[in-house]
Every structure is written in structure tokens, then in C-alpha cells.
């Protein structure tokens, strides 16, 4: 396996740090690393000319841009706007003020400068891991004779019909796929591993694709606005918390 990565720092002591962490994670794994670096955000954006440029992005929180402080949430946002939320970001800085404002672009993690190897070596494993579930599939059958293949990280929301508990609808970012004869309870067991939580009791969400929540609703990367219920609403928080740090 070869990942695509950028490293972002407009220092050499943090280029050459995560150069060689991924080295020594590069020998113990046998992953390889094809490494774009880059001394300020600018011209990390410039290289972005497509969605799927980078599997990981490693980005400093605060570097200047001609004298001018920038820093690295503003970055993921214009990422993210792309869109491109597939993209793994793992913030290297020594400023945990910012921690919080990550979770707003889907940070992967958040990392110190001065984190040990096992600690890094722990962060790839689970990221790795996300980027491997990416490629699974689901199959949906709409029609007696027509089948679907979707990327699961490609589907935004998964929804019952009012009245209709077995006509279940798939979204994605361009179409929606509607099936008969599934439950939308055991998808949400089939697809707890895969970053999907209620948000309510007739709409899995997938955590790839909120960008933003509020006490009652979410919102989606469609730009759809999801209700939270009571019921569900300390299951989805805790399970966002948890998922923030792998995706």
C-alpha cells in the first residue's frame, strides 16, 4: 500500500520530524508514503486540484504566509469545501487551544510535536484502518432485477419513510437509492463500525459527513439539516466524540 501525503510546516524541525516518523513506520509496516511538502498552506491549496490528491494530510496549526499569521483550521475548511471529506487530517502543533475548532473540519487527530513513536505508531494504525473501511461496499437493491454498489463512506444519511418502516432510503451526494424489505434498526447495527449513528429513530447519519451540530439538529455535507431527538441524543454526542478521532 501506498498512501499519498502532504506535510505542512513552516518549520524544517516539523517537516523533519514527521519525515521521520513515517519512515521508521514505513520499515515496521512495510506501508509506503509518496510525501509532498510544503512551507505554507497557500501552496498546499494550490496542489489541490481535485478531490483525492491526499489520503493524509499532516498540518501545522499556525504558520505565517508572508508575514501574515494563518492557521491550519482555516486550511481544512477550504479542504473540506473542496469538498473533499474523505481526506484524513492530522494537526501537529504544541497549541491545544485549537483542539476544540478541529472537530469542525472532521480533524482525524490532534497531535503534540513532541509525540513518541509508539504514540504516532498507534494514530497510523487506527487511520489506516479508516482509510481501509473507505473501500468497503454495500449492495442496494432497487428494483426486481437492478442492484447498486455503493461506497459506504459515500452515503451521507440512511432514512425510513413515516409509515413505511421497510422502504429505506440511501443518500448520497448526487442521487438517492430507495429499497424495500430492509430494517432500519439492524443497518444501524450492521453499520455501527462504519462511523453511521442515529440521529433520530427513522435517520442514520454518517459521521464522514456532519459538519456541524446543535443541541436539537445537525447539519450534513449535502447542507440537509437533521433533527436530533431526546432519545438519541447523548448516543449521538458520545459516539461523535469517539469517532472524531478515528475518521
Not at 39 to 62: A, K, Q, W
Not at 99 to 115: E, G, P, T
Not at 151 to 162: K, M, N, T, V
Not at 165 to 172: A, K, N, Q, V
Request: with cysteine.
Amino acid at each position: 500500500m501506498i498512501l499519498k501525503t502532504a506535510i505542512c510546516d513552516d518549520e524544517k524541525e516539523g517537516i523533519e520530524c514527521i519525515n521521520r516518523l513515517l519512515e521508521n513506520y514505513c520499515i515496521d509496516t512495510g506501508i509506503e508514503f509518496s510525501k509532498s511538502v510544503f512551507n505554507n498552506p497557500d501552496d498546499l491549496l494550490r496542489s489541490y486540484t481535485s478531490p483525492g490528491v491526499y489520503d493524509i494530510i499532516f498540518l501545522d496549526v499556525e504558520m505565517p504566509v508572508n508575514g501574515i499569521p494563518k492557521n491550519g483550521i482555516d486550511t481544512a475548511k477550504a479542504i473540506r469545501n473542496i469538498p473533499d471529506n474523505d481526506v484524513r487530517l492530522i494537526y501537529i502543533s504544541n497549541y491545544p487551544a485549537y483542539m476544540q475548532m478541529s472537530f469542525d473540519v472532521q480533524a482525524s487527530q490532534y497531535l503534540d510535536k513532541n509525540i513518541s513513536y509508539e504514540r504516532f505508531h498507534s494514530v497510523m494504525d487506527t487511520i489506516i484502518q479508516g482509510i481501509s473501511h473507505d473501500s468497503a461496499l454495500m449492495r442496494v437493491k432497487t428494483g426486481p432485477d437492478q442492484w447498486n454498489l455503493l461506497r459506504i463512506a459515500d452515503i451521507i444519511c440512511i432514512s425510513s419513510f413515516i409509515g413505511k418502516r421497510d422502504l429505506i432510503s440511501f443518500c448520497t451526494s448526487d442521487h438517492e437509492y430507495v429499497e424495500s424489505g430492509r430494517n432500519i434498526y439492524t443497518l444501524g447495527e450492521t453499520l455501527k463500525d462504519q462511523h453511521f449513528v442515529f440521529a433520530n429513530k427513522n435517520c442514520l447519519v454518517n459521521m464522514r459527513h456532519v459538519i456541524q451540530f446543535t443541541h436539537n439538529s445537525l447539519q450534513l455535507s449535502n447542507l440537509e439539516y437533521i433533527e436530533i431527538s431526546r432519545h438519541f441524543r447523548k448516543q449521538f454526542i458520545e459516539q461523535f466524540s469517539k469517532s472524531i478521532l478515528i475518521i
